[in-house]
């Protein structure tokens, strides 16, 4: 009997506690979740929204793409917390850096997946992920890059020319309404990279609540090209409900002027 897939739904897969270690001497901590049955066809290394207004590695795009794509379309995700980041799986060591620092936290993700043979990495940035995707991702063992609600806010012309030099595949999906970056300023920011593809998804907004099944398609469309989509939305087989509520104070804008309140604040006060 099929079950909808629903936002708390983890569907089977291998998932393992991970640890990073930068080449400034800080631990990340992290989550590698892989196919049950199967070799992983890729691999995405998520790079969470602004840490300091609500980011982390659960972030719900990103928990989602856990939950569901190891079963849904044999991808293995790599999620973790960038430095100085909370999430329930724990704090990454070190503090928030602008940017900067998190150039460590880039490569040793990308270290991790090369270094456990994970095939085809791709990156997920979403919002200051995409930042760093675009800043510190461009290393030889990448594929390429999907990015989600680009803000374009830290990272600069030199980082997309790099990326223009490459001519590594980079994808931009820019809700409607965003925030920081609708698709027509979009098209003509990215416009220094000639293999850039700006996607404009129609009512969507920068935290993309609700349209996170359409995220994950246009993923899988660009890494797996080969699994049907849309991805299913039911499941014929064993599903684990997971807890979601300790995230709901910390879905807020990635650069809200004033920063909502949340657990890593609260444990810090």
Not at 147 to 160: G, K, M, Q, T, V
Not at 178 to 189: F, N, S, T
């Amino acid at each position: 009997m099929s079950t909808p897939i629903r936002a708390s739904s983890i569907l089977p897969g291998r998932r393992e506690d991970i640890e990073l270690h930068t080449a400034d001497g800080l631990t990340l901590v992290g989550e590698l979740a892989r196919p049950l049955d199967r070799e992983p066809a890729a691999t995405l290394v998520c790079l969470h929204p602004l840490p300091t207004h609500g980011g982390m590695m659960d972030s719900h795009v990103f928990r989602k793409a856990a939950w569901r794509l190891p079963a849904l379309a044999g991808l293995a995700v790599l999620r973790f917390n960038t430095r100085g980041t909370t999430s329930v799986r724990g704090t990454s060591e070190g503090t928030f850096d602008g940017a900067v620092g998190e150039k460590f936290d880039v490569a040793a993700a990308i270290e991790y997946a090369e270094f456990h043979e994970l095939p085809n990495i791709w990156l997920v940035g979403w919002s200051f992920g995409t930042d760093l995707a675009l800043k510190y991702g461009c290393d030889p063992a990448v594929v390429g890059a999907i990015l989600l609600s680009p803000p374009l806010r830290y990272s600069a012309p030199e980082d997309l020319a790099v990326w223009a030099e490459t001519g590594k595949p980079l994808t931009a999906l820019v809700p409607e309404f965003d925030d920081y970056l609708r698709p027509e300023e979009a098209r003509e920011r990215f416009a220094a990279v000639p293999q850039a593809e700006v996607v404009g998804v129609d009512g969507a907004k920068h935290l993309w609540v609700g349209d996170a099944e359409k995220v994950l398609d246009e993923v899988v469309r660009r890494v797996a090209p080969g699994v049907p989509l849309p991805l299913p939305t039911t499941w014929d087989g064993p599903m684990e409900i997971g807890d979601a509520s300790a995230y709901a104070d910390r879905t807020v804008a990635a650069f809200a002027d004033t920063p909502v309140p949340g657990p890593a604040q609260r444990r810090a006060e």
